[in-house]
Nanobody
Framework: QVQLVESGGGLVQPGGSLTLSCAAS????????MGWYRQTPGNQRELVASISTFGVPNYPDSVRGRFTISRDNAKNTLYLQMNNLKPEDTAVYYC???????????????WGQGTQVTVSA
C-alpha cells in the first residue's frame, strides 16, 4: 500500500503565494512521474504541473511562470510553489504519483486526498 498526504493548502489573497507538499509513504521502491492536478466543482480534474523521474517539469500555459514543481527523491516528496495566485486558481489540489512498490513490478498510479486552495480577497 502507498499513501500520499498533501499539505499546505489554505486561503490566500490574490497575488499571494502558497507551497503545497505531498509526502508518499508505505511500500515504495521507486517513483516515476509525479504531478499536481486540480479540480473545481462540476469540472474535470486538470493537470497543473508534472515532473519526470529526472526532474524535467511540464506546465500548462495557465500556470507557466507562476508555479514551480519540484521533487525530493530521497524523501519521496513532491512540492508545488505557487506565486502570483489568482482567484481562478481556487480549487482542490491533488498530487499523483506512479509508484513502483518492489523491483520488477509495474508502477501503480496513486492519488492523494486533496487539499483546498482558495484565492480570495
Amino acid at each position: 500500500q502507498v499513501q500520499l498526504v498533501e499539505s499546505g493548502g489554505g486561503l490566500v489573497q490574490p497575488g499571494g503565494s502558497l507551497t503545497l507538499s505531498c509526502a508518499a509513504s508505505g511500500s515504495i521502491f521507486k517513483i516515476y512521474l509525479m504531478g499536481w492536478y486540480r479540480q473545481t466543482p462540476g469540472n474535470q480534474r486538470e493537470l497543473v504541473a508534472s515532473i519526470s523521474t529526472f526532474g524535467v517539469p511540464n506546465y500548462p500555459d495557465s500556470v507557466r511562470g507562476r508555479f514551480t514543481i519540484s521533487r525530493d527523491n530521497a524523501k519521496n516528496t513532491l512540492y508545488l510553489q505557487m506565486n502570483n495566485l489568482k482567484p481562478e486558481d481556487t480549487a482542490v489540489y491533488y498530487c499523483n504519483m506512479d509508484v513502483v512498490q518492489s523491483w520488477g513490478t509495474s508502477p501503480v498510479n496513486s492519488w492523494g486526498q486533496g487539499t483546498q486552495v482558495t484565492v480570495s480577497a
